[in-house]
């Protein structure tokens, strides 16, 4: 019995020491989400009217560029996975992941080749754990990203954008990340960055709608040259911070989750020691009333 209780109170300590590292893992994740959240919302206003100007300047011009033109014949598509750098942050990487591969073999069903570029250790590791080919991988500071590794991202893939699939181009860049929805729920989506789908302007404007007014200075080709590396490094950067902020919640999450096992466990644990220290106590007033009744009999 008393080595029993001694394996429960170990128990009981090690759980103790787990929660105080979740809780602390919790906390930390708390503090940085509101300062996450304040970044999404201020890149997402921006990144979106990039996108209505570039999709403005494509719509309301005849001008056929590199960068906005359906290709004939899609051989290569590049793939640009979201990950974290760091674990505890429960199905984070792992349903990015698994969007990322559902998207590969639709790709491949179609007759494309599909190359990778991953951001985060988490995609590196599990490329290298499978022995996968990628092209190249970005880590650190995935849960504080910086505008400067958003547009070494976007220059990356503009250069294999405008290469020759003969070369080693794409013909088509999708991203895969996380986007965040709110505090508990984070959802993984898949969007076409390049060439540029065109929204606006394919339904026809209502009576009361305002027609967006643009001119093109010098013309439409320089302006879609200076436009589209903004609007790339934009929507990769939005990508990073809904990506930053969605593991963030999901850590926290996580780590709540953790530190509410520790106290089931510690509570299971405290209540099982407790029976064994009763039972031990059960166990030595047996004994000494049954060798009370020995000396007594003896007499």
């Known amino acids: 019995m008393g080595a029993q209780l001694r394996v429960y109170r170990q128990k009981i300590?090690?759980?103790?020491?787990?929660?105080?590292?979740?809780?602390?893992?919790?906390?930390?994740?708390?503090?940085?989400?509101?300062?996450?959240?304040?970044r999404v919302a201020a890149s997402t206003p921006y990144s979106r009217a990039i996108t209505r100007a570039v999709s403005a300047v494509a719509t309301y011009s005849n001008v056929d560029h590199v960068l906005t033109t359906e290709p004939e014949k899609i051989e290569r598509a590049a793939v640009v996975i979201f990950t974290s750098d760091r674990g505890l942050a429960g199905a984070f990487s792992s349903q990015v992941l698994r969007e990322a591969e559902e998207l590969s073999t639709l790709l491949r069903s179609q007759g494309k080749d599909v190359v990778y570029f991953l951001v985060g250790r988490k995609a590196n590791a599990y490329f290298g754990f499978r022995h996968r080919a990628f092209e190249r991988v970005?880590?650190?500071?995935?849960?504080?990203?910086?505008?400067?590794?958003?547009?070494?991202?976007?220059?990356?893939?503009?250069?294999?954008?405008?290469?020759?699939?003969?070369?080693?181009?794409?013909?088509?860049?999708?991203v895969v990340y996380n986007r965040f929805v709110s505090m508990v729920t984070q959802v993984p989506e898949v969007v076409r960055l390049l060439p540029l789908e065109v929204v606006e302007g394919v339904e026809e404007p209502g009576a009361k709608d305002v027609l967006p007014l643009y001119e093109f200075e010098p013309d439409v080709e320089t302006v879609l040259d200076a436009l589209l590396p903004v609007y790339i490094e934009s929507r990769l950067f939005n990508a990073m911070l809904q990506s930053a902020a969605s593991e963030h919640a999901s850590r926290q999450k996580a780590m709540k989750s953790a530190s509410d096992n520790a106290d089931k466990l510690i509570t299971d644990y405290t209540r099982l020691a407790n029976n064994a220290r009763q039972s031990e106590i059960t166990q030595q007033i047996s004994e000494i009333v049954g060798g009370a009744d020995a000396l007594s009999s003896a007499k």
């Open 138 to 174: 970005w880590t650190g500071g995935t849960d504080q990203p910086q505008f400067d590794t958003a547009k070494e991202i976007g220059d990356a893939l503009l250069e294999a954008f405008l290469r020759n699939s003969d070369d080693g181009g794409v013909d088509e860049i999708h």
């Open 13 to 38: 300590k090690s759980a103790q020491t787990t929660k105080k590292i979740t809780r602390a893992m919790e906390l930390i994740s708390a503090s940085r989400i509101q300062k996450a959240q304040a």
